[in-house]
């Protein structure tokens, strides 16, 4: 929210709405126009702070979510029902499954609030505000204008981790598509519900979709709506009515909607760490095996990974890069493999693969029961290190925290950074003394507070002198954009053999990044160019050879052709309908060099035609062992 210089604003007094009058009511009968939903009023108020810095699925204005207060009874004689301030009570017995499926544990005797809807559901942490704290309401319509209220803190909870109900679908997915297609058809159904001819032109349908043209909406209008060549306008098929109102909004819910946005904010989120719209959402350990860490967290893979994990199908890392805390308080959704790919904390390859884990393993690299144990065993310790500190009471002051020294913070910075917060995204440019972030999320940005970039630029006087102009520039994003394309266009220039240190620090480590890709991209060449030379056989280590070669230390290749002999000359690896042979043998024997593996190259791939059949072998010639050969009679 933001303020106008010298704006004047008259807070009203807000609306009193008697509850007797609410009774017996539905929810439309309740919340009848959107003035209903402000906090213009006397209705109670629960302010909800999310502990993630980017919650992968948020609701929009006017959806609802239930608070439910799951209570685990501490046996079967307990009758206790604790009715909590706000939300609905729900006992589970004690042998019932967690609410939060294997990723939370409710004790017996234990209470825990969740928020819940038909996309999430994350556990809620009771918290009291302070009395100077208040809500500051402006309600703004088109007849009124904007209305001012303030309003005390009631009710503050701290939303922690979300876990998704519903999958988000990836950017070239169906259900995309199907959405697109589902929203023109509640376009010009209101359309037609509003003319009325109740026919419609193209272009009034083009108006809402602004990256589209009438010919493609009218390829899409073909399915649903048939064309008046009389006046050149569209209309319902015979024998249809148009749908009512409640049909045509359920063609798109909500939920779907806020489903699509969570798809864009993560693809925009993407194309703002640098990566290009062709990153697709196949799936499989192969797809994710080249992708970076920005990518594996995009809300289409999270999502999907976790509801495979609730169902057995798949494991999540729990913790390193996709911890969105940064602090070992929040699990990670990036997959990992079932069969041995899951480390406890602290726990690395190598310890995996120590000679005495391996004897007690049976010679296995990993036990199934012991990596199962292990997997539950860190779940319940992030789960229990999340509600210790969401829970936590204790305010951090921020004079405190400017009091620190400068190193000390780098240090404390150091300490909880995760390899994302060192990438270049919008989550890295957030200010670390922002009063909107959580205790959760404030603690996790990058070192980027109050960067800023200062551009000297030369401008052309009438005269014909030059005068330097400084520009400053504070948005996060413009500032990437530049430092990337300087430096793109600065090594552009660089010369490999010229690259020497120029004692600044900066510039030196940029050259030297630029080495090593150079050298990693020169390395993968020749890794593919020996992949494919070995394929043909004509390499191995730096002595190019030939298939079959007595001095090759390489097992011959076999040849895929067929065994059979020739029906007019004899040969092998031909037959008599076949004109084409394989090289002459001789040929096939000789070791050669570099400069002759061409020439065999070449002339080893023509079409080399049947002895009998080009004159080089006469009937006469052809050996006795032959199948179809006919000997003189014995006498």
Same mark, same amino acid.
């Not at 294997?102 to 234990?110: A, L, R, V």
């Not at 909880?416 to 957030?430: G, K, M, N, V, Y």
């Given at each position: 929210?933001?303020?106008?210089?010298?704006?004047?604003?008259?807070?009203?007094?807000?609306?009193?709405?008697?509850?007797?009058?609410?009774?017996?009511?539905?929810?439309?009968?309740?919340?009848?126009?959107?003035?209903?939903?402000?906090?213009?009023?006397?209705?109670?108020?629960?302010?909800?702070?999310?502990?993630?810095?980017?919650?992968?699925?948020?609701?929009?204005?006017?959806?609802?979510?239930?608070?439910?207060?799951?209570?685990?009874?501490?046996?079967?004689?307990?009758?206790?029902?604790?009715?909590?301030?706000? &939300?609905?009570?729900?006992?589970?017995?004690?042998?019932?499954?967690?609410?939060?499926?294997?990723?939370?544990?409710?004790?017996?005797?234990?209470?825990?609030?969740?928020?819940?809807?038909?996309?999430?559901?994350?556990?809620?942490?009771?918290?009291?505000?302070?009395?100077?704290?208040?809500?500051?309401?402006?309600?703004?319509?088109?007849?009124?204008?904007?209305?001012?209220?303030?309003?005390?803190?009631?009710?503050?909870?701290?939303?922690?981790?979300?876990?998704?109900?519903?999958?988000?679908?990836?950017?070239?997915?169906?259900?995309?598509?199907?959405?697109?297609?589902?929203?023109?058809?509640?376009?010009?159904?209101?359309?037609?519900?509003?003319?009325?001819?109740?026919?419609?032109?193209?272009?009034?349908?083009?108006?809402?979709?602004?990256?589209?043209?009438?010919?493609?909406?009218?390829?899409?209008?073909?399915?649903?709506?048939?064309?008046?060549?009389?006046?050149?306008?569209?209309?319902?098929?015979?024998?249809?009515?148009?749908?009512?109102?409640?049909?045509?909004?359920?063609?798109?819910?909500?939920?779907?909607?806020?489903?699509?946005?969570?798809?864009?904010?993560?693809?925009?989120?993407?194309?703002?760490?640098?990566?290009?719209?062709?990153?697709?959402?196949?799936?499989?350990?192969?797809?994710?095996?080249?992708?970076?860490?920005?990518?594996?967290?995009?809300?289409?893979?999270?999502?999907?990974?976790?509801?495979?994990?609730?169902?057995?199908?798949?494991?999540?890392?729990?913790?390193?890069?996709?911890?969105?805390?940064?602090? &070992?308080?929040?699990?990670?959704?990036?997959?990992?493999?079932?069969?041995?790919?899951?480390?406890?904390?602290?726990?690395?390859?190598?310890?995996?693969?120590?000679?005495?884990?391996?004897?007690?393993?049976? &010679?296995?690299?990993?036990?199934?029961?012991?990596?199962?144990?292990?997997?539950?065993?860190?779940?319940?310790?992030?789960?229990?290190?999340?509600?210790?500190?969401?829970?936590?009471?204790?305010?951090?002051?921020?004079?405190?925290?400017?009091?620190?020294?400068?190193?000390?913070?780098?240090?404390?910075?150091?300490?909880?950074?995760?390899?994302?917060?060192?990438?270049?995204?919008?989550?890295?440019?957030?200010?670390?003394?922002?009063?909107?972030?959580?205790?959760?999320?404030?603690?996790?940005?990058?070192?980027?507070?109050?960067?800023?970039?200062?551009?000297?630029?030369?401008?052309?006087?009438?005269?014909?002198?030059?005068?330097?102009?400084?520009?400053?520039?504070?948005?996060?994003?413009?500032?990437?954009?530049?430092?990337?394309?300087?430096?793109?266009?600065?090594?552009?220039?660089?010369?490999?053999?010229?690259?020497?240190?120029?004692?600044?620090?900066?510039?030196?480590?940029?050259?030297?990044?630029?080495?090593?890709?150079?050298?990693?991209?020169?390395?993968?060449?020749?890794?593919?160019?020996?992949?494919?030379?070995?394929?043909?056989?004509?390499?191995?280590?730096?002595?190019?050879?030939?298939?079959?070669?007595?001095?090759?230390?390489?097992?011959?290749?076999?040849?895929?052709?067929?065994?059979?002999?020739?029906?007019?000359?004899?040969?092998?690896?031909?037959?008599?309908?076949?004109?084409?042979?394989?090289?002459?043998?001789?040929?096939?024997?000789?070791?050669?060099?570099?400069?002759?593996?061409?020439?065999?190259?070449?002339?080893? &791939?023509?079409?080399?035609?049947?002895?009998?059949?080009?004159?080089?072998?006469?009937?006469?010639?052809?050996?006795?062992?032959?199948?179809?050969?006919?000997?003189?009679?014995?006498?």
């Amino acid at each position: 929210m933001s303020f106008h210089r010298n704006e004047k604003i008259l807070f009203n007094r807000p609306r009193h709405v008697k509850r007797k009058h609410l009774k017996g009511k539905d929810t439309f009968g309740i919340y009848g126009n959107t003035q209903d939903l402000s906090l213009g009023d006397n209705s109670s108020v629960l302010l909800l702070e999310y502990s993630e810095e980017f919650p992968t699925i948020m609701s929009n204005f006017g959806m609802g979510s239930r608070i439910i207060n799951y209570y685990r009874r501490k046996n079967a004689e307990d009758s206790a029902r604790p009715k909590m301030e706000i &939300g609905e009570t729900n006992l589970l017995m004690p042998q019932d499954k967690s609410p939060f499926s294997i990723f939370g544990h409710i004790d017996p005797g234990e209470t825990s609030p969740a928020l819940y809807n038909g996309m999430y559901k994350a556990p809620l942490f009771t918290h009291e505000a302070n009395n100077s704290d208040f809500i500051v309401v402006r309600n703004t319509t088109g007849v009124n204008g904007p209305s001012w209220y303030l309003r005390h803190i009631e009710h503050l909870r701290v939303v922690g981790q979300e876990f998704p109900s519903l999958d988000v679908p990836g950017p070239h997915s169906r259900k995309v598509t199907t959405a697109a297609k589902n929203r023109l058809k509640m376009i010009s159904y209101r359309l037609l519900q509003k003319s009325r001819t109740h026919k419609i032109k193209v272009s009034a349908v083009t108006a809402h979709f602004t990256d589209s043209t009438d010919m493609q909406n009218r390829q899409k209008m073909k399915e649903f709506m048939q064309f008046d060549k009389t006046g050149k306008e569209w209309e319902m098929r015979s024998g249809e009515a148009i749908p009512d109102e409640e049909s045509i909004r359920s063609m798109v819910k909500p939920e779907d909607v806020c489903l699509l946005e969570s798809m864009q904010v993560g693809q925009q989120h993407l194309q703002d760490a640098g990566f290009g719209q062709g990153d697709d959402d196949a799936e499989g350990d192969a797809a994710n095996q080249g992708r970076g860490t920005e990518q594996l967290l995009a809300p289409w893979f999270t999502t999907r990974n976790f509801l495979n994990a609730v169902q057995g199908k798949a494991m999540l890392e729990l913790h390193g890069e996709g911890d969105p805390s940064g602090r &070992g308080e929040a699990f990670s959704f990036i997959k990992t493999s079932m069969k041995g790919g899951f480390k406890a904390m602290g726990e690395s390859v190598e310890d995996r693969l120590d000679a005495k884990k391996m004897k007690e393993l049976g &010679g296995h690299s990993y036990n199934v029961a012991r990596q199962q144990r292990s997997y539950e065993e860190s779940i319940r310790r992030i789960w229990d290190a999340q509600k210790q500190s969401l829970s936590s009471v204790q305010e951090h002051s921020d004079t405190e925290k400017d009091d620190m020294d400068l190193d000390d913070e780098e240090d404390l910075q150091a300490e909880i950074q995760t390899p994302r917060s060192d990438a270049e995204t919008p989550a890295s440019s957030r200010r670390k003394d922002d009063e909107t972030m959580s205790q959760l999320s404030k603690y996790s940005s990058g070192s980027q507070a109050g960067k800023i970039l200062k551009i000297i630029r030369k401008h052309l006087n009438p005269d014909g002198s030059f005068s330097e102009k400084q520009e400053t520039v504070k948005g996060p994003r413009v500032i990437r954009q530049y430092l990337k394309r300087r430096k793109e266009r600065h090594l552009a220039q660089v010369n490999l053999n010229e690259i020497k240190p120029t004692g600044d620090a900066e510039q030196d480590r940029i050259h030297q990044q630029f080495l090593i890709d150079e050298l990693a991209r020169l390395e993968r060449n020749k890794d593919r160019r020996l992949a494919r030379d070995k394929q043909k056989g004509l390499r191995h280590g730096d002595v190019v050879i030939s298939p079959g070669s007595p001095s090759s230390t390489v097992p011959p290749v076999k040849s895929t052709g067929t065994q059979r002999k020739c029906a007019n000359c004899g040969q092998q690896g031909h037959i008599k309908t076949n004109k084409k042979c394989c090289a002459p043998q001789p040929l096939l024997s000789l070791h050669v060099d570099r400069l002759d593996a061409l020439f065999f190259h070449i002339f080893a &791939g023509k079409d080399w035609l049947c002895p009998m059949l080009n004159g080089t072998l006469k009937a006469d010639d052809v050996p006795g062992d032959s199948p179809f050969a006919m000997g003189a009679p014995a006498v």
